[in-house]
């Protein structure tokens, strides 16, 4: 990676196609917002100072509001590239999510309303939230599951995942949870990284309609890691929808039979106890494990919630990440429910049955937060103003966007049309690695910038830098850094401390290095560019190039695969794909890219493919993917091209046909 890969050509289009000048673009905070906002700018300001020049007073003030088991002697303990925080402490996240609000006589409040695709309705109150995640506890404990190890969520959008993360949680069994569109191989290669014997998943689930066979890819999953030498020895199954699945006796276990009458207490757990693994994409095909252990993420899970999200207690909150993502994780899920708040849930598709359906939940539901991906806001862009205008949105006061850069156009719809002007809309930018939001404004304590992440939340400290550690000037592009630990940081790439500290730390000489390029203004909103890596972000899915790759490759028709990023109006960012046949084969894109979801899941589908004559390469070989994103862009190609072992390869893959 070079500075110069950050004028790389498939940037997103921040400040591009419309761009305002900065100050003008600004949308002041609505009175009404400010009047009652969580964090007033003077919060704000003395909180920030404090998190900065004294962290472990500002942190051991925020952790007063939890429970702790046995309190920690030292905040934070800070030996580059590790932390721990809260040292010496224990506590349980499952117990200041459920028991505490009970305990405080908060048990008749709801925690979760879930809706399903066929507009099913489901609601919990914290008291029997506790319950389900407490008999849930005591079956994963009858099945085996005991504190420390890892058990596998590949569940739909249902309450039981929520149950089943708590449930994890309460007993101290890592979860790792994978995203339902991932395919048998790449839930297999979780399961073995993870070294993880316990899955929890369902018998189907439903997209638009469709149903999807969860328990069999589960079943051929398992298939795949025993054949890795990962052995499996209990799965429990939620019946969602009653569909016939087949159970394997002494390993299969429904979830509404393990679950008897007893219930199992929160356990009483380190600070730096693993609380859960994350598998996200890298620069290399390799998924990495993403850690995050107990007291730390909670806090900042907790904070950045209430801070950038303003929750309180007549809202219902709904982030619309599935929980296969980290956001799913910290705001679906955690955020919410350590605060006491009421988390919304949906299973289905955003536009099913109709573009009305989002609109149509808000307004029968009363959701007052809304907190969703700019992917999903320019789809329903795209359709025009007409069919949210059918809808009652009334109760909305406040819209957020996270996952990928928001171009001004759909932040000023979302705006616009969504929020009628009333809402602040907050852009999060964060990472699987950071666990909560980093970089956002506050909605009742700073303009928002649109297309422009914002300033940095309490204990961070951004700084942009050349490849030299230099810093750059207000306004000039680098990487995006952070400087000083905070709680809910990444501890480690599971079994491999040595990834995690080249990678995260390993970069530039004692700072975090985000893989993001990013630029800050002279008075500290930093607009965040996109990845400066391999790692491809497509409908605020990531992704890495390397994983697409391989599995290309492992096609016996294709010799060499070369994945880049083609922007794309909708998804951000497009899967485009580069393949070298075989001699004397000719690949069928079609069946390329079946094979692709096969191997990986649909998320990995190439959208673009283009059986290639030849591949760019210098002449010690390395693919010049620069030139590559150039021809998948459409554009013409700039830069220098006299490294190439045969410069003529460019023009004859600019000419052949994109499949
Ligand atoms: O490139 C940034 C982009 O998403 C990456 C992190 O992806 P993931 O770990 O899957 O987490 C997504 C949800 C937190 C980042 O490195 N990204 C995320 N949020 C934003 C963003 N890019 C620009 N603006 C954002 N608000």
């Not at 309460?170 to 899955?199: C, K």
């Not at 995050?292 to 209430?306: F, K, V």
Request: charged share 20%; aromatic share 10%.
């Amino acid at each position: 990676m070079s500075q110069s890969d950050l004028l790389r050509p498939n940037l997103p289009e921040q400040g591009s196609i419309e761009h305002i000048s900065r100050q003008e673009a600004r949308i002041p905070v609505p009175e009404a917002f400010a009047a009652q906002a969580n964090v007033t700018p003077g919060q704000y300001a003395e909180w920030y100072r404090e998190s900065i020049e004294s962290p472990e007073t500002f942190w051991d003030a925020r952790a007063k509001d939890f429970h702790w088991f046995q309190p920690y002697h030292r905040v934070l303990d800070w030996q580059p590239p590790f932390a721990q925080w809260f040292v010496g402490g224990q506590t349980n996240l499952s117990y200041n999510a459920l028991d505490r609000h009970v305990d405080a006589g908060r048990g008749d409040k709801r925690a979760l309303v879930w809706e399903g695709e066929e507009g099913e309705v489901r609601e919990y109150t914290y008291a029997q939230l506790l319950d389900e995640v407490s008999l849930t506890a005591a079956a994963l404990t009858r099945l085996g599951v005991k504190k420390g190890d890892r058990v596998t969520l590949y569940l739909p959008m249902i309450p039981e995942a929520v149950m089943a993360m708590l449930a994890c949680t309460r007993i101290g069994a890592p979860h790792t949870v994978v995203f339902g569109g991932f395919a048998a191989g790449a839930i297999a290669d979780r399961m073995v990284a993870a070294g993880s014997e316990f899955v929890i998943t369902a018998d189907i689930g439903q997209r638009k309609g469709e149903p999807l066979p969860l328990k069999s890819v589960v079943d051929e999953a398992i298939k795949l890691a025993e054949e890795q030498g990962q052995a499996v020895r209990g799965v429990l199954v939620v019946r969602h929808t009653g569909s016939d699945v087949t159970m394997q006796p002494g390993r299969d276990h429904w979830w509404h039979e393990a679950r008897t009458d007893e219930r199992e207490d929160a356990l009483p757990l380190d600070s730096e106890h693993p609380l859960f693994i994350l598998y996200t994409s890298g620069s290399t095909g390799k998924p990495k494990g993403i850690l995050h252990t107990t007291a730390g993420y909670m806090i900042g899970a907790a904070l950045s919630t209430y801070a950038a999200l303003d929750l309180k207690d007549h809202d219902l909150f709904w982030c619309t990440a599935d929980v296969g993502w980290i956001t799913g994780h910290t705001y679906s899920t955690y955020g919410p429910l350590l605060l006491g708040q009421t988390t919304f849930m949906y299973e289905g598709a955003h536009n099913y049955p109709h573009w009305g359906r989002f609109w149509d939940m808000i307004g029968r539901h009363g959701i007052t937060i809304l907190y969703t991906a700019p992917t999903a806001i320019r789809s329903f862009m795209r359709h025009g103003d007409d069919t949210p205008a059918e809808y009652d949105l009334s109760s909305l006061r406040l819209l957020g966007s996270v996952g990928e850069p928001i171009n001004p156009q759909a932040w000023h719809w979302y705006h616009r049309v969504i929020g009628a002007e009333r809402c602040p809309v907050v852009d999060t930018w964060w990472q699987t690695e950071t666990g909560s939001i980093m970089l956002t404004t506050l909605p009742g304590a700073h303009p928002a910038e649109p297309g422009t992440a914002g300033v940095p939340m309490f204990g961070i400290d951004p700084v942009i830098l050349n490849r030299e550690g230099e810093e750059m000037q207000a306004d000039e592009g680098g990487f995006l850094t952070l400087r000083q630990p905070w709680p809910s940081m990444l501890r480690t790439v599971y079994g491999d401390d040595e990834r995690y500290a080249k990678t995260y730390f390993g970069e530039i000489d004692g700072v975090y290095f985000a893989g993001d390029g990013a630029r800050r203004s002279e008075d500290g909103y930093v607009t965040v560019l996109g990845r400066v890596d391999d790692v491809l972000n497509v409908s605020g899915h990531r992704l890495s190039t390397a994983e697409v790759e391989s599995a290309l490759v492992a096609h016996p028709q294709v010799a060499e695969a070369a994945v880049v990023g083609k922007p794309d109006e909708m998804k951000g960012e497009s899967i485009f794909a580069f393949v070298l046949p075989q001699e004397g084969q000719t690949p069928d894109p079609q069946e390329l890219r079946q094979y692709v979801s096969d191997l990986i899941g649909k998320v990995a589908r190439p959208d673009h493919i283009v059986v290639a004559p030849a591949l760019p390469k210098t002449r010690s070989g390395k693919i010049m993917r620069r030139f590559l994103r150039q021809i998948a862009a459409g554009k013409s190609i700039e830069g220098d091209t006299s490294t190439l072992d045969d410069p003529s390869v460019l023009e004859r893959l600019a000419a052949t046909p994109v499949e």
